[in-house]
């Protein structure tokens, strides 16, 4: 009985010591679910954002494609960009008395814009015979701005001249990310995805990227004037890996030849008269070569407008506002502009790529002309939204008609020969806007005027293609 009655106290005492452990096993995993919940919705918030990015950019066949892939690279390329130019927008236009800052621009933009320029019409055939060279130079481009990131953190604070070089060094590689972006956007193409609809994608996550990394870089600004070049650091590092994990097909050549320019042919004829086999540019339909014309001259405009108005603001801000506020206001303008070009040009689906030319060329020129006779505020505001605006339409139309006119066999290479005159269009106008007079309508008369000569040059041959050959080769679905 006695061990009877021992037994039930022993489980009883037992039972209450293993109660008063479950319970505290249970108190130690309800705190640990609590913290655990916590966690988590501390975590939600981004890991729903990146899957919420992934799905969108992976859509309709893209993540199968590797178009997504760019899409997020192209989104690394522009946070990193802006990044940098937060960095810079006080220290390269600011630091120092605007003769001085434009002199010294003017110089190292020629340096180091010069080589690039001479060798840009070999970019695109050296990529064509060089194995991996597509994945390689994007990678390349990424980790020099990685490196000039952090030469010119350190030149900041000192105002050595190695920040102006370093500082227009980045802007190279850029450029030169862009002309190999091009050609790799048409070997990633979803099975009944256009060509204008992938690149609206890649230029829509760049801008939103930008959107987002501008503020972001602002506030590390705020903590000090180095750390948006850390940043832009790390997210360059990020993007060179990330270059690698495009699909293998970006290098493969197979299936492709080498679109000729005018002097490519000519070269080739030579004194030997060797006949040229393969289609250039000017063989495969007037409307390429003429939305090409009409693309430089907006592109043109583009660089002019950047240094232009940088040095112009700086001088003699917008009224009301200070030189930095003034900067923000017309760059926010451009960078919405082509966001609303880029997005109604996939809206457009490149209809009449022609007629889109034409009219936005017009539309710009009109612009300029208004912004040149009523110099103000908010007319040089809207003078870069509707460049913004135009340029994307008119770039998107300019791929239409390149997926449209030109042989399959050659269409990468002519993206990347086309991107990299558009690239040079673009150096000579920041060239010119350095070195013109501080004098707002005068230099927008000399732009108007540029548009003016590009859209009489181009507006027939590509009116005579929209009636002649538009109609009979189709449109881009």
Known sequence: ??????????????????????????????????????????????TGTARGIRKATHAHGAGESGLGKLIELHAVNGAGDVMITVALASTVFFSVPTDEA???????????????TVLAPVIGPLLDKLPHGRRAAMAGAMLARALLALI?????????????????????????????RS????????????????????????????????????????????????????????????????????????GEDIALLAADEEHLHGPHRQPVKRPGLRTVGIAVTHALGANAALRWLSGFLTFFLAFLLREHPLTGSS?????????????????????????????????????????????????????????VACLTATAGFCLALAKLSLDA????????????????????????????GGAIGIVMPLNGPLGLCVAAGVLAIGWLTTVRGLIGSARHGGASKGRVA
Do not use: C
């Open 1 to 46: 009985m006695a061990a009877a009655k021992a037994s039930p106290g022993a489980t009883g005492t037992g039972g209450t010591r293993g109660s008063k452990g479950k319970g505290r096993i249970g108190g130690s995993g309800r705190i640990g679910g609590s913290v655990r919940a916590v966690g988590r919705a501390l975590h939600f918030p981004f």
């Open 102 to 116: 434009r002199g010294r621009v003017a110089l190292y933009l020629a340096i180091t814009m010069a080589p690039f």
């Open 152 to 180: 010119i953190a350190g030149a900041v604070s000192t105002g050595s001249l190695e920040l102006y070089p370093a500082a227009l060094g980045v802007l190279v590689a850029s450029k030169a990310y862009g002309v190999v």
């Open 183 to 254: 050609a790799v956007v048409p070997r990633l193409l979803p099975p009944r995805f256009s060509l204008v609809k992938a690149n609206s994608r890649v230029t829509l996550g760049g801008l939103l990227a930008t959107g987002v990394a501008a503020p972001v870089g602002a506030g590390l600004h705020a903590i000090g004037e180095r750390w948006p070049l850390y940043g832009a650091f790390v997210i360059f590092m990020a993007g060179t890996f990330l270059s690698f994990s495009l699909p293998p097909k970006v290098d493969s050549a197979k």
């Open 323 to 379: 030189a930095a506020v003034s900067l923000g206001m017309v760059a926010v303008a451009a960078g919405v502009g082509n966001a609303l070009g880029t997005a109604v040009g996939a809206w457009l689906r490149a209809r009449a790529p022609e007629i889109i030319i034409v009219t936005v060329l017009a539309v710009v020129l009109g612009a300029a002309i208004t912004a040149a006779v009523f110099f103000g505020a908010f007319l």
């Open 401 to 428: 008609l390149i997926q449209r006119d030109v042989p399959e066999l050659v269409r990468t290479s002519a993206f990347a020969r086309s991107e990299t005159m558009l690239q040079m269009a673009w150096v000579l």
